[in-house]
């Protein structure tokens, strides 16, 4: 075990001076001191039931491989209290753990899925044995593999990681996504896209590594692993390779001590100094948000200053100053921080849009419209931004591009109140008094208000009853 983690504790001691992460030991050194099993049991629920990650909802799938497990099995006999120990620990950990981490799920159960597949193969199994039961069981697996799908494309695309119900808001989606968004279940960037090269100037080293290289290595071992077995099924020596413990275990060990080495010799340890400066570099940016949510700008701005200055080369310092300015209305100000991180981090979309926005205000038209067609391009589902774009169009008198661009942000969301607010405002420019209702109500109906609502509907208000408008 202590082998197999080397590489491990290698990484950690190269980037933090210690062979664990500065967070696990601050979790140690609070101890039991504060232990209340009322938080414990809400979480216990949580797990299950939560609309946002509940195994319910989201892993239903493996809570049946789960269930399997207990299932009389003698393949699974002497390996059984292992593998639920193993899973005891696992969701010990979830339980316990102070975080929520920004993945997919429940990012500690990604180590499972083979316990909870060798628990589905056993129930699937318990299943064809009963004729009735097995047509069944294969098409709630499969049901629930293609939803889970469903849910995976809207992952950090029409749904950020950290939404509140984000399983139950993705499985109310689907039909959404399969009538008007079939695109999405492509994704941005994918394993197809890269086969035929499409928009191969955006595509990088990593989109390939991660989406072509290892899925054909993998599936070229596969396939290997399963030639072996078919072509030689008797062979002593290839029924070895995989059923004996010390040429696994040796397999491993000899893995593990191929990657130290490689980690020793290939990655620079960060020296005390870098590991202070990057711990003194996050105290400040926390610093500086606890001061800017009270509403204590200047002092937000020099703790948002002193982090950039530790880290120069990170642009969230300068983001963040900007944002701090935008509180207080100088566009000017902010967008010239805002500048200095788009220099480092040129595809921020948020950064984009609030910079387009300002260069909107600033009367710099041109400007503004590149800016904010390029936060789109960084997140095509940037609502904010098409809404942006759309009053940059109303200035430059283009208001059939405005609509254009409304109606995009409508797709992305079509609750968006004030993108109905903003296109019911274009479509009267245009004079199509009709659509300009529609859009109008449904504004109203989503609790959209304000001075330019109120004289929208004095406006048709005075129309349908034959009055002059004013």
Not at 3 to 27: E, S, T
Not at 262 to 271: D, E, N, Q, R, S
Not at 400 to 408: D, G, Y
Request: proline content about 5%.
């Amino acid at each position: 075990f202590l082998v197999l983690m080397l590489p491990q504790l290698v990484c950690w001691y190269k980037l933090n001076g210690i062979p664990l992460p500065p967070r696990h030991l601050h979790f140690a050194g609070e101890g039991l001191a504060g232990f209340d099993l009322s938080v414990y049991l809400i979480k216990l629920s949580s797990l299950l039931w939560s609309p946002k990650w509940g195994l319910i909802l989201s892993m239903p799938v493996a809570l049946a491989g789960l269930f399997g497990l207990f299932l009389k099995s003698e393949f699974l006999k002497d390996i059984r209290l292992a593998l639920l120990a193993y899973l005891a620990g696992i969701f010990s950990i979830i339980l316990l753990y102070p975080e929520d981490s920004a993945s997919y799920g429940h990012r500690h159960l990604i180590s499972a899925l083979p316990v909870f597949a060798l628990g589905l193969a056993r129930l699937l199994e318990w299943c064809s044995h009963r004729k009735f039961l097995w047509p069944v069981a294969l098409s709630l697996v499969s049901f629930g593999v293609l939803v889970q799908y469903f849910m995976i494309v809207q992952y950090k695309v029409s749904l950020p990681y950290n939404h509140p119900q984000f399983t139950w808001e993705a499985l109310t989606n689907i039909p959404h996504l399969l009538l008007e968004r079939l695109g999405q279940l492509l994704r941005s960037t994918n394993f197809f896209k890269l086969i035929f090269l499409d928009n191969l100037a955006e595509t990088n080293f990593r989109d390939i590594l991660f989406l072509m290289i290892f899925p054909v290595t993998q599936l070229i071992a596969i396939l290997g692993v399963g030639w072996l077995v078919v072509r030689y099924p008797c062979k002593d020596r290839i029924k070895a390779i995989f059923s004996s413990p010390q040429i696994l275990m040796g397999t491993g060990v000899f893995t593990s001590l191929v990657l130290i080495g490689i980690l020793l010799g290939a990655v620079p340890a960060k020296t005390q100094n870098e590991i202070q400066a990057r711990k003194d570099y996050f105290k400040r940016l926390q610093t500086g948000d606890s001061l800017l949510a009270g509403g204590k700008l200047e002092q937000a701005r020099s703790a948002y200053q002193q982090a950039a200055e530790i880290l120069p080369s990170h642009w969230n310092p300068y983001f963040r100053l900007g944002a701090s300015w935008n509180v207080q209305g100088n566009r000017d100000q902010a967008n010239a921080f805002y500048a200095k991180g788009l220099q480092i981090n040129p595809t921020h979309t948020v950064a984009l849009t609030h910079y387009g926005n300002n260069l909107n205000f600033l009367g710099k038209l041109e400007e503004a419209e590149s800016a904010l067609q390029n936060a789109i391009r960084s997140w095509p589902l940037n609502k904010t931004a098409y809404d942006a774009l759309a009053q940059v169009y109303i200035k430059m008198q283009q208001p059939e591009q405005a609509v254009a661009s409304l109606k995009r942000a409508l797709d992305v969301d079509p609750n968006y109140g004030p993108g109905h607010a903003n296109l019911a405002v274009a479509y009267t420019i245009l004079n199509r008094r009709e659509m300009a209702v529609v859009h109008l109500n449904r504004a109203v109906a989503l609790g959209v208000s304000g001075p330019v609502i109120d004289q929208l509907v004095n406006l048709y208000n005075k129309k349908t009853s034959g009055a002059k408008p004013q």
